[in-house]
């Protein structure tokens, strides 16, 4: 038996006669004559009564007529996923990132031309998330630590600027800015290593030749949050992730000459995939705007901005 005659049978059941079949088919009404009898030879059964206008089924034909009815739609519907659906419409896609801020605003414009999108977002540090991608357990990722790798892939669409994140009562939190020789001696609440914020503050805090009192290590960046605002020390936040929370306050470091850029990834041999690709192509076009969403970016930030997201790498 083959899915030819099982199809052939099913078209001149559908169809109630072989000439029609036949033309839905575009084959020879002789070759699709000769798949139904291979078949009813096969099975040792006759499947059709043919009249002098059309067939009609009989018993068993009924019976196998709703076995391949429920077959071919079943390849309907495959094909409608695979070439509708999924590559137009739809599609799950795993995305990791090191923070869910820059992230989501790529995935809800994503949406607006795939309504049916579906996604998981994982949330790490820069490192894990390049992992993920590695390990192929992430289709995509958001993440500030440079890809190098040849394995990968990506767009560097935006560039941060580092400032402090203080409770909103604290001596530095009305101010509208704050050089980095001003946090000598204070202490720190920061993520753990391999944390891509930390590695470049940490880089700034080299070039100044400036040392922190202390350093309070948490793993999350809720955490994080959580213990600034509850006073346990001073935090450091990328300008476009600090959010909103009435309990805290940003201040931007002004000279700290040390950025942040994020990079939008995948693998370099996925990325023609048509949902890998939109992701990519909807972080370059949309990344640009979002200081606008959660925090007016300086002048500096957008004339950074605006010069290297639409540059685009394969690490050779």
Known sequence: MSITQLKAFHIVAQSGGFSQAARDMAISQSTLSQHVRDLEALCGQNLLDRKA????????????????????????????????????????????????????????????????????????????????????????????????????????????????????????????????????????????????????????????????????????????REAIANGVGCGVVADLEFGHDIRLSFVPIDDAREIIDEYAICLAERRHLPLIRGFLDEASRLLPEVGDTFRTPSPLQKATTKTIFSESFLTQ
Do not use: W
């Open 53 to 224: 206008r059309g067939v009609s089924l009989s018993a068993h034909g009924e019976r196998l007529f709703e076995i391949t009815s429920r077959l071919f739609q079943a390849e309907k519907e495959a094909n409608a996923f695979l070439r509708g659906e999924a590559g137009t419409t739809g599609g799950h896609l795993r995305v990791a990132a090191d923070g869910p801020i820059l992230a989501l605003p790529i995935l809800s414009r994503l949406k607006i031309d795939r309504p049916k999108l579906t996604f998981s977002l994982a949330v790490d540090n820069s490192a894990r998330v390049i992992d993920q991608i590695i390990d192929y357990r992430a289709d995509v990722a958001i993440t500030a630590q440079i890809p190098d790798d040849p394995r990968l892939h990506g767009v560097r669409f935006l560039s941060m600027r580092l400032g402090l994140c203080v409770p909103a009562s604290h001596p530095l939190a009305s101010r509208d800015g704050v050089t980095m020789k001003e946090l000598e001696g204070l202490s720190f609440v920061m993520r753990e290593r391999g944390s891509r914020t930390r590695e470049i503050f940490e880089k700034n805090l080299a070039d100044h030749s400036i040392s922190i009192h202390q350093i309070v290590e948490i793993s999350s960046r809720e955490g994080v």
